[in-house]
Structures are given as C-alpha cells and as structure tokens.
C-alpha cells in the first residue's frame, strides 16, 4: 500500500513532495522519484523506481541528480532515505552515489526499514 498509490495516496504525496516522471517516446512513464524538505536543512527520497528493462541504461542516475538538485536549491544540507534488505540492487546503486548507513533501523510491514543519508 505504500509502494502502490491509490489517487488519494497519489495526491496527498504530490501536495507534500516533489515528484519528477520520466518518461517514454510515447508519454508512458518509465520511471519516478520523489523528496521532500524536511526540517533542519534535511531533505528526504521516496518512491525511486525505473522500469526493469532500463536498468543500467542511466535514468536511474539522471532522476537521482534531479531529486538532489531539487533539494540542493531548497537548502539542504543531507539528504537521506530508506530501503530494505531485500533491494540489494537499490542499495548498491545509493552506495555508489554516495549514500551511507546512518545506523538508524525502523520497521516497513515487518521488515526492517534502512536509514541512508548524504551530505551535500
């Protein structure tokens, strides 16, 4: 339920965050990200995803800069999201792109949630 927005889930999350659609020759949207600024010069990602047959191609990287750029301009100073254990691939792509292990560990429907955080 949150990884699949409903229109209500949808329009909520569009009238807290920043949400950027890439997409394909035709219009159909092959990937999003989303962030928002929260308090203390942090700004947060959410609802990264790139369609399975454009992995490895570059928009992974390209949706990324413009979240961090979104937030760079808003006055962040770190930036930081969450994932799970079982998204190895998500976690080796946000270490490469410099994101870390805060330490911090939450709870996402009984699996534990991952803090990541960068500076900028």
């Known amino acids: 339920m949150d990884t699949i927005l409903t229109t209500e889930t949808f329009l909520h999350r569009l009238s807290e965050m920043s949400v950027f659609v890439a997409t394909g020759a035709s219009g159909e949207a092959v990937g999003t990200i989303a962030?928002?600024?929260l308090d203390d010069g942090e700004g947060h990602l959410r609802g990264?995803?790139?369609?399975?047959?454009?992995?490895?191609?570059?928009?992974?990287?390209?949706?990324?800069?413009r979240a961090e750029d979104e937030l760079r301009m808003a006055g962040c100073k770190i930036i930081t999201l969450d994932t799970t254990e079982p998204l190895n691939r998500a976690i080796r792509f946000y270490e490469k792109n410099g994101y870390r292990p805060t330490g911090k560990v939450g709870s996402f429907f009984g699996m534990p949630l991952l803090e990541y955080s960068k500076s900028i």
Request: hydrophobic share 40%; aromatic share 0%; proline share 0%.
């Open 35 to 37: 962030c928002e600024v």
């Open 48 to 65: 990264m995803a790139v369609r399975t047959e454009l992995h490895g191609s570059g928009l992974s990287n390209r949706l990324l800069e």
